[in-house]
């Protein structure tokens, strides 16, 4: 018998030294979406793992492994199949954990918009690598603008726009304004630098009936948001809250803690108690291993629930994750159909593999 004929691949993909658990399964579902059933992708890769997790992820996508060729650097065959089969609805039951504070977002129904990646601050643990050094990268209005008109025309339900510092962006009243007659808007902010001049003028044209502030208080005294901020910021942003509450927002506010400072949450929540934040409005969330952080939680598309999220130049899994080639799905921002298209396959592959353990990383 003859060596068996092999098909002809339509599309190939360099794996590189990628493994699934750090983003090849991310540029693998993209891949296989952009040819047709029936057609074959050539995936290279250096990585050996793959040669044992690839033909479990393609018999639960549905997918067929045609061939493996190679001794290092390998070649792999892949035929696209159907669709894999549709994930059953989130249990709250498995996301009972230190970080199931909430249950995920139903995917489609929440997007977030990185404005601009510049910041006044230099934060210690920023997950973004935002700082007054740092490209802004800034979001175009009009690019925002057609972001939004397809989230609202897929079924969308709330935009959250995060930064750097989205005060910081010239244009952010633009964005906000043609976003929150679609959908409801939250602003993350550090809340420092709308105290006057055109910034100020951005805060007062927003809609407090569509739009909400979120801003950043580490701590009930300066101490601890300070050291993590800057000297000063714990002030300011103090400042910052009042200014906004002045103006009739709903203000939340997020604190982000090192393990070792969880304790300091209990002041917080008093100081929040006396200035009236009701405790729907506030936050206590991990510092995520990301950008500057040189410690914290583990971030990947098995222990984390998606978060859609789009800066200029891409789609990616989760906002605190943007600094991670692992976690992009797609070089450019839209379609944002694609991006969620990719995300329902990753988490029907993880359904099907009865994938346990993704916490609901909250970030707002």
Known sequence: ??????????????????????????????????????????????????????????????????????????????????????????????????LSTGIPAELGTRLWLYSNFHCNLACTYCCAQSSPKADPRSMPPDLAAAAVEEFASLGGKELLVTGGEPFLHPELDEIVAHAAVRVPVTVLTNAMVFGRGRRREMLESMDTARVVLQ?????????????QRG????????DGIDQARSLGFRVKVAATLHEQDLASAAALHARLDQVGIPVEDRLVRPVAHEGFAGAGLQI???????????????????????????????????????????????????????TEGRHVFRCT
């Open 231 to 238: 000297t000063g910021s714990h002030a300011r942003a103090i």
């Open 300 to 354: 990947s598309v098995d222990t984390i629930e998606p978060e859609p999220t789009l800066t200029v130049d891409g789609a990616w899994w989760h906002p605190v994750a943007v600094t991670s080639k692992s976690l992009r799905i797609s070089k450019t921002p839209l379609p944002l159909a694609e991006t969620f298209a990719v995300i329902r396959d990753i988490l029907d592959v993880q359904s099907a593999s009865q």
């Open 215 to 227: 801003v950043s208080l580490d701590s009930a005294s300066p101490g601890l948001h300070d050291a």
């Open 1 to 98: 018998m003859g060596t068996p004929t092999l098909p002809t691949p339509n599309a190939e993909l360099d794996g590189g030294d990628q493994d699934c658990g750090s983003g090849l399964l991310l540029s693998l579902t993209s891949a296989i979406r952009r040819i047709a059933a029936g057609q074959v992708l050539l995936l290279r890769t250096r990585e050996k793992s793959v040669l044992a997790d690839l033909p479990v992820w393609a018999r639960l996508a549905g997918h067929e492994l045609v061939a493996v060729q190679g001794d290092g650097p390998w070649q792999l065959l892949v035929r696209r199949g159907g669709p894999a089969a549709p994930a059953p609805p989130a249990s709250p039951d498995r996301l009972a954990d230190v």
